[in-house]
T-cell receptor
Framework: GESVGLHLPTLSVQEGDNSIINCAYSNSASDYFIWYKQESGKGPQFIIDIRSNMDKRQGQRVTVLLNKTVKHLSLQIAATQPGDSAVYFCAENRNNAGNMLTFGGGTRLMVKP | DSGVTQTPKHLITATGQRVTLRCSPRSGDLSVYWYQQSLDQGLQFLIQYYNGEERAKGNILERFSAQQFPDLHSELNLSSLELGDSALYFC???????????FGNGTRLTVT
């Protein structure tokens, strides 16, 4: 079936640098997207969301960009800190009944001190 | 802390057995979702309830069932357990549709 990025790549960045985590989605009918952070032993933690009528949304140190033309989502983390080390998942709501989110495979972010 | 509570944190059981996982959603959230996270499948949606009624179903096995009670807590029942059912089971809740899901810290199920 369709998926949102099944691979689990690893991104290694230096503390203080900016991080960019990418996600490709396949369903053009998806209208809501979310980024989650999952630390070891914990559940996914909501970071930021964006609806399909927007192309950019900013939070505290994080920015999500949505490019519907190429079905691409990215999460930018400014001034990456050791506490940002985790697995990051993008998820999409494929405009189904209910609020079922389809998750990608995740990206592991490692921050080097 | 997401406000979603899951019990137990860990569960070890044998093949063929049945277990019940429990979830209390965040205060005020009417929707409860169950997800399974395994190494080879990532986070897979199982089922959603909204105010006591089943709302959406994912790739949930027939051996698995769930319900949401009047006080909005939910239980996921897994029966005739197989080794492949070993995974993390997460519950999440949300206030409504197109709103973020807030996840609990999961139940780690090990089937031996």
């Amino acid at each position: 079936g369709e998926s949102v990025g099944l691979h689990l790549p690893t991104l290694s960045v230096q503390e203080g640098d900016n991080s960019i985590i990418n996600c490709a989605y396949s369903n053009s009918a998806s209208d809501y997207f979310i980024w989650y952070k999952q630390e070891s032993g914990k559940g996914p933690q909501f970071i930021i969301d964006i609806r399909s009528n927007m192309d950019k949304r900013q939070g505290q140190r994080v920015t999500v960009l949505l490019n519907k033309t190429v079905k691409h989502l990215s999460l930018q983390i400014a001034a990456t800190q050791p506490g940002d080390s985790a697995v990051y998942f993008c998820a999409e709501n494929r405009n189904n009944a209910g609020n079922m989110l389809t998750f990608g495979g995740g990206t592991r972010l490692m921050v080097k001190p | 802390d997401s406000g979603v509570t899951q019990t137990p944190k860990h569960l070890i059981t044998a093949t063929g057995q049945r277990v019940t996982l429990r979830c209390s959603p965040r205060s005020g959230d009417l929707s409860v979702y169950w997800y399974q996270q395994s190494l080879d499948q990532g986070l897979q949606f199982l089922i959603q309830y909204y105010n006591g009624e089943e709302r959406a179903k994912g790739n949930i096995l027939e051996r698995f069932s769930a319900q949401q009670f009047p006080d909005l807590h939910s239980e996921l029942n897994l029966s005739s357990l197989e080794l492949g059912d070993s995974a993390l089971y997460f519950c999440a809740s949300s206030v409504g549709e197109n709103s973020p899901l807030h996840f609990g810290n999961g139940t780690r199920l090990t089937v031996t």
